[in-house]
């Protein structure tokens, strides 16, 4: 439920922003996004606060996922050299702005919820369109390729 209420308070400003592109497709699907969105932030805000002002329990699990996954959210506003020509185009978005309204949704569930939002310290990067990945990465894909290499000629 946090990864998934963090995740929507980035799309909502995001899809709100790409409503405005200068490329007219990409404009009208952010436009159909927004409603998903919204519901999907909605619902996603009123389980942190549900679950983070429940039990003590509940609180401490939301809390100890709260500050495992805020690591890796910082890479959702970085900005590389691809976002920054779609933005001098009028196609994308400016992370910045985001990242801004993003700070400020958090911040509001995070008080109702009684949690403690982490600090702003180191956070993961690069693998956006670097391909930097954990060495994990390698288990993953050892699982995933599985079928495919023991049965090349199967079809699904």
Known sequence: IVRQFLFDAYELPF????????????????????KEVKYHLRHSA?????????TEESHNRVQKSLNDLWEYTGELFEMDEVDET??????GVDLTLVKAEWDETVNKVLAEATL????????????????????????ILTDMQYLPRAYPDAQW
């Open 86 to 91: 779609v933005l001098k185009e009028g196609i």
């Open 46 to 54: 009123n389980w942190v606060i549900r679950l983070g002002d429940g």
């Open 116 to 139: 403690t939002r982490p600090e702003d310290g180191w956070m993961q990067t690069g693998a956006k369109r670097e391909g930097i990945h954990s060495e994990y990465l390698g288990y």
């Open 15 to 34: 899809f709100q922003m790409l409503t405005k592109s200068k490329d007219e497709t990409l404009s009208a699907i952010a436009h159909k996004a927004v």
